[in-house]
Nanobody, 125 residues
Framework: QVQLVESGGVLVQAGGSLTLSCAAS????????MGWFRQAPGKEREFVAA????????YYADSLKGRFTISRDNAKSTVYLQMNSLKPEDTAVYYC??????????????????WGQGTQVTVSS
């Protein structure tokens, strides 16, 4: 089973950029599709981005296209989320998640079986 640890969440000013990292342990990372989700206070967890196990296919929430980029480095067992032009409404706890090895990408949280503990991103206005 893949263990996931997110990092990189900080307080940043609106308009700034930030890259989150999710380090994975376990032998199945390189064959597991990965996703990023976020949850703001008082709101449900929402899909941010997903990437296939080879990294060749990516999906984004419509509202985030053009500002966020998901990528992965299987040699480092790490998935990244590059966030640009940050807005106060991007404030949330960001989670990375793994699907079972050999499956496809997914945008629903119910499709992911393994989650990290989350990292807080706060965007000030």
């Amino acid at each position: 089973q893949v263990q996931l640890v997110e990092s990189g969440g900080v307080l940043v000013q609106a308009g700034g950029s930030l890259t989150l990292s999710c380090a994975a342990s376990g032998r199945t990372f390189s064959s597991s599709p990965m996703g990023w989700f976020r949850q703001a206070p008082g709101k449900e967890r929402e899909f941010v981005a997903a990437i296939s196990w080879r990294g060749g296919t990516t999906y984004y929430a419509d509202s985030l296209k053009g500002r966020f980029t998901i990528s992965r480095d299987n040699a480092k067992s790490t998935v990244y989320l590059q966030m640009n032009s940050l807005k106060p409404e991007d404030t949330a706890v960001y989670y990375c998640a793994a699907r079972r090895p050999g499956t496809g990408t997914a945008t629903s949280a119910y499709e992911y079986f393994n989650w990290g503990q989350g990292t807080q991103v706060t965007v000030s206005s």
